[in-house]
């Protein structure tokens, strides 16, 4: 399996971005797809996730409302639209595949230790 993450660039507050990450493989049907942030010298952070059949998304409370995250099966993408940017949101972003199933989604989705695969990373920068 392989992850390509684009979509980032630099925008200024108040802006949107959509991110987008392509699956190659057939395990994206089954899987749970995640997008993590991580900041240099800090910690791997949970973004949002979506379940396999899109019906079951999660938000990290810093991001809700805000982010919006789907996937479109037919071309093996999941997307993340971000809206109302901050400076705050600055980092680098990462898709990322997890293989547990549907009923392990709620225990799991915001664990980036659940995850087996990852993107490259994008870049977002918001100026003030």
């Known amino acids: 399996v392989q992850l390509q993450a684009s979509g980032g660039g630099l925008v200024q507050t108040g802006d949107s971005l959509r991110l987008s990450c392509a699956v190659s493989?057939?395990?994206?049907?089954?899987?749970?797809m995640g997008w993590f942030r991580q900041a240099p010298g800090k910690d791997r952070e949970f973004v949002a996730a979506?379940?396999?059949?899109?019906?079951?998304?999660t938000y990290a409370d810093s991001v809700k409302g805000r982010f919006t995250i789907s996937k479109y099966s037919a071309e093996n993408t999941v997307h993340l639209q971000m809206n109302s940017l901050k400076p705050k949101d600055t980092t680098v972003y990462y898709c990322?595949?997890?293989?547990?199933?549907?009923?392990?989604?709620?225990?799991?989705?915001?664990?980036?230790?659940?995850?087996?695969?990852w993107g490259q990373g994008t870049l977002v920068t918001v100026s003030s």
């Open positions: 990322a595949l997890n293989r547990r199933s549907y009923y392990y989604f709620a225990r799991t989705a915001n664990d980036a230790n659940e995850y087996s695969d």
């Open positions: 493989g057939r395990t994206f049907s089954s899987a749970t």
């Open positions: 979506i379940s396999y059949s899109g019906v079951g998304t």
